[in-house]
Every structure is written in C-alpha cells, then in structure tokens.
C-alpha cells in the first residue's frame, strides 16, 4: 500500500477490519467468493453499459482530468472505464470488476455529482470513493447477505455481524479523508459531504464549518438527544468534525491541506475521533428503555440456561434481538454469570414495574418466548423460567400463558423428534470407524 494515503487511516477502521480478520478468519470466505465470481463474471460493466454513458476524455475531458489529479495526489496508478448515471443525487463510486481476464476498475458518477459539484468537490466526492477502494471496503461488502429470507444482514455469526456494523460507520472517517487528501480543501470536502448527503447547496446554506461542528458539543450533553439523533445515522456533523481534526493534524500539514491554528500528532487526532465514535453509538439511556433491554438480555440467559443446553439459534436469536431493537454492542449487554443475572434481573424489573405499563410487560415476556421456542420446543424449565420473569414483573400468569401459546402457534414448535434421533444414531454410527473403511471402496489414498 503507498504511504501517502495508509498512514492516514483512521485507526479504528483499520482495527475492526483487523479483528474480523483474525477472529472470524474471513479471508477464506473472500477469496472463495471472488474467485466464484471471477469464474461467472459479475457483469457491474455491463450494467453500466446498459444504464449509463460511458465517457471517455472526448465526452469529457472534465472527468478524467479530475481523476488523473486524484489518482496523483492518492498516489495510484492505472487507468479506469468512468460512466455516468442517471440520477440526480450527488454520489459517486469506485470498484473493482473482478472478471476471467483480469480485473477493471469502474468509476461511477451521476449526473446529479457532475453538474452540482464543482472541481474540487468532485474531487473530493472520487477520493472518498477510491478510499473504500483502497483501503478493501468494497471487499468486505463480499459479507453482505444476498438472501432475502435470511433475517441476518451478513454472512457472519452474531457478534461478527454486529462488530461489521459498526465498523461500516468508522469506515467513512478513513475516506473522508482521502477525499481531503484528494481534493486538498478543507471546505470543498465539507461543501461535497453537504450535498451528497443533504442535497444542498449554496443557494440554501452557508457553510459555517463552526456551527456545524457546534451541533455535536450540543448534543454531546444531551444523551436523550445522542439516543434520537444517532439512533440510526451516524450525523454529519459528526463526520464534519472528524475531518475538521484531521485536518488540524501534522499529516494534513505535510499533505498541504491542513486549516490554520496548531497542528496536533495523528494519534491524538485519533483520541479524539474515538469520542466522537462514541457518540454514534445506539444504546438505551433512558431508564425504562434500558431496564426493557436489560430483563431481555438477563431473563433471556435464564431460559437459554434453564433446560443446561445453551443452543447456538437461542444465542443468535438473542444477539439478534438486542442488536435490532436496542444496541450496537449485544455483547456488552449480555451476562454470563449466573449470580450476576440473578442479582440485576429483580432490579432490572423494579424500574419496568415503575416506569413502564403491560405494554413493556408483555414485550418482554414475547420475546423471553421466542428464545425459548428457538430449538423448535418448549421445555418446563424454561416454561417456568418465563414465568419467573413474569411473576417479577407483576404480570398477570395467565397473560403470560397466552403470550407463549402465540409464540408456539406463530411456528416456535418445529423440531421434529423422529429426525432427530435419524440424526444422532448416524452421527454415532460413522464416529465409530475411520473414514473410509467398510464402503465398498478403497480409500483415494492407498
């Protein structure tokens, strides 16, 4: 990688794409899936082809003057097929077409990109691109799930998916700044990042970088305004000031794009971009909101836990729920400890039984439900662990009863025990001779 744009990365970043490398050991799964689709062609050039206009320097020599000039200041060599779409949107693309013969890298622009930008917005708009590009973004889209019926978003178990997630948002600071790098403008970048995600433009806005940034110390002391703002978008003030520091660092300064004031090292620029991460992240502050996450995450390792086999779909089904309804970190919820659960569940109760009405009550008893019926049955132990819950709760037995009756009627019940033992007696039968010996046929190696 060259050294003018892999120093820059934001730290964080660079650590998640680590870890779901060494912990989930993807590299396999890539590099599988890519030769799969060198082998079929993916055909992205022509879809563009079909949908767009591909321009060549004849069409518009503005276009790939403005790439050579981001392809010299990211250091990077090649040459590129750019196309043009239609759409009014401000966006832009860079990837890989991985293809029998080789690979081509394709740039994408709309119309919208073309005509609102100028040069060195444009600029900046491409060096964004090119840093998913660069830095293997776009490759880790790879783990995207392409099944619709699946209820997960990627390929990797619970806790990979829910660490790939977070990692997305750390992503867009490392390319924000090689848009800065690319286009060497502070305020091109912020102006590009305005429109591509507003759709504004000076005729509505003045960019008042201050009063942007202002917004997130606003919010900063507020956590009932971080749980509604950065519930599910990471704002653009956030990004805004992260680029800001950036460009406050010694490596904006070397690069030539660093806004006047004292220059600080990249790593204390990193710090402080850690908290501003910190400010994206989705998680309950308010009481009664946490409490309800909390008697999910502690009364659910009780069922799990009742019948002393914790299945891996119980587990998953849970990290699930606490992923999409509550947090960006399940793993951070979820305890472990036996004395510990039952320490905090009563507590945990005590404020839903204070704060909260039936509604909450029965939430949590549906979903306590759903994780006992998620290895297809219903054991009397964690029939009486809901109940528990329930009794903990104030809530009425009966109801509770009728809550698990609808989880069992909406398709909890669907292990069949007949398959089951199938299952198990063949799994005991070929565990008790090597492997190929007694089929009929030698095996490949004699």
């Given at each position: 990688?060259?050294?003018?744009?892999?120093?820059?990365?934001?730290?964080?970043?660079?650590?998640?794409?680590?870890?779901?490398?060494?912990?989930?050991?993807?590299?396999?799964?890539?590099?599988?899936?890519?030769?799969?689709?060198?082998?079929?062609?993916?055909?992205?050039?022509?879809?563009?082809?079909?949908?767009?206009?591909?321009?060549?320097?004849?069409?518009?020599?503005?276009?790939?003057?403005?790439?050579?000039?981001?392809?010299?200041?990211?250091?990077?060599?090649?040459?590129?097929?750019?196309?043009?779409?239609?759409?009014?949107?401000?966006?832009?693309?860079?990837?890989?077409?991985?293809?029998?013969?080789?690979?081509?890298?394709?740039?994408?622009?709309?119309?919208?990109?073309?005509?609102?930008?100028?040069?060195?917005?444009?600029?900046?708009?491409?060096?964004?691109?090119?840093?998913?590009?660069?830095?293997?973004?776009?490759?880790?889209?790879?783990?995207?799930?392409?099944?619709?019926?699946?209820?997960?978003?990627?390929?990797?178990?619970?806790?990979?998916?829910?660490?790939?997630?977070?990692?997305?948002?750390?992503?867009?600071?490392?390319?924000?700044?090689?848009?800065?790098?690319?286009?060497?403008?502070?305020?091109?970048?912020?102006?590009?990042?305005?429109?591509?995600?507003?759709?504004?433009?000076?005729?509505?806005?003045?960019?008042?970088?201050?009063?942007?940034?202002?917004?997130?110390?606003?919010?900063?002391?507020?956590?009932?305004?971080?749980?509604?703002?950065?519930?599910?978008?990471?704002?653009?003030?956030?990004?805004?000031?992260?680029?800001?520091?950036?460009?406050?660092?010694?490596?904006?300064?070397?690069?030539?794009?660093?806004?006047?004031?004292?220059?600080?090292?990249?790593?204390?620029?990193?710090?402080?971009?850690?908290?501003?991460?910190?400010?994206?992240?989705?998680?309950?502050?308010?009481?009664?909101?946490?409490?309800?996450?909390?008697?999910?995450?502690?009364?659910?390792?009780?069922?799990?836990?009742?019948?002393?086999?914790?299945?891996?779909?119980?587990?998953?089904?849970?990290v699930q729920t606490l992923h999409g309804l509550f947090t960006d970190?399940?793993?951070?919820?979820?305890?472990?400890?036996?004395?510990?659960?039952?320490?905090?569940?009563?507590?945990?109760?005590?404020?839903?039984?204070?704060?909260?009405?039936?509604?909450?009550?029965?939430?949590?008893?549906?979903?306590?439900?759903?994780?006992?019926?998620?290895?297809?049955?219903?054991?009397?132990?964690?029939?009486?662990?809901?109940?528990?819950?329930?009794?903990?709760?104030?809530?009425?037995?009966?109801?509770?009863?009728?809550?698990?009756?609808?989880?069992?009627?909406?398709?909890?019940?669907?292990?069949?025990?007949?398959?089951?033992?199938?299952?198990?007696?063949?799994?005991?039968?070929?565990?008790?001779?090597?492997?190929?010996?007694?089929?009929?046929?030698?095996?490949?190696?004699?």
């Amino acid at each position: 990688m060259s050294h003018v744009w892999e120093q820059y990365r934001y730290r964080g970043d660079a650590a998640d794409v680590q870890t779901l490398f060494d912990t989930y050991r993807i590299q396999d799964y890539l590099e599988v899936y890519e030769e799969n689709a060198r082998r079929h062609d993916q055909g992205v050039r022509e879809q563009l082809m079909t949908h767009g206009i591909r321009l060549n320097e004849k069409l518009s020599p503005r276009i790939y003057r403005l790439y050579h000039e981001v392809c010299d200041a990211l250091e990077i060599a090649g040459d590129a097929e750019v196309f043009c779409l239609p759409d009014t949107d401000v966006n832009a693309f860079a990837i890989l077409d991985v293809r029998k013969e080789g690979t081509l890298t394709l740039i994408g622009v709309t119309s919208g990109a073309l005509e609102q930008l100028d040069d060195a917005e444009l600029k900046s708009i491409l060096g964004h691109e090119f840093g998913h590009f660069l830095y293997g973004h776009n490759r880790m889209n790879a783990l995207l799930t392409s099944d619709e019926d699946n209820p997960a978003m990627t390929v990797l178990p619970p806790f990979g998916e829910s660490l790939f997630l977070r990692w997305r948002k750390k992503a867009e600071i490392s390319c924000d700044r090689a848009g800065l790098l690319a286009c060497g403008d502070f305020h091109a970048s912020a102006r590009a990042l305005l429109k591509a995600t507003f759709g504004l433009s000076e005729k509505n806005l003045n960019l008042d970088v201050d009063s942007l940034v202002a917004q997130v110390d606003e919010i900063r002391t507020s956590p009932e305004l971080i749980e509604s703002t950065f519930a599910s978008h990471p704002l653009l003030p956030i990004r805004l000031k992260a680029l800001e520091l950036f460009a406050r660092s010694d490596l904006a300064d070397a690069c030539g794009c660093r806004l006047e004031g004292p220059s600080h090292p990249l790593p204390v620029v990193d710090d402080q971009v850690d908290e501003l991460i910190t400010l994206t992240r989705r998680h309950p502050v308010k009481p009664l909101s946490k409490a309800v996450m909390d008697v999910i995450a502690l009364g659910g390792a009780q069922v799990m836990g009742a019948d002393a086999h914790v299945g891996e779909e119980e587990v998953r089904l849970l990290v699930q729920t606490l992923h999409g309804l509550f947090t960006d970190e399940p793993e951070s919820v979820i305890v472990t400890d036996r004395d510990e659960i039952e320490k905090r569940l009563p507590e945990a109760c005590a404020v839903i039984r204070k704060e909260g009405g039936e509604q909450e009550k029965g939430f949590v008893i549906s979903r306590l439900a759903a994780l006992a019926f998620a290895d297809g049955a219903l054991m009397e132990s964690e029939n009486t662990a809901i109940l528990k819950v329930a009794e903990l709760l104030e809530f009425p037995p009966d109801a509770a009863y009728r809550i698990i009756v609808g989880a069992a009627q909406a398709g909890g019940m669907r292990v069949d025990a007949t398959l089951n033992r199938i299952v198990t007696d063949l799994q005991r039968s070929f565990r008790k001779r090597p492997p190929g010996e007694g089929r009929g046929v030698p095996p490949l190696w004699r």
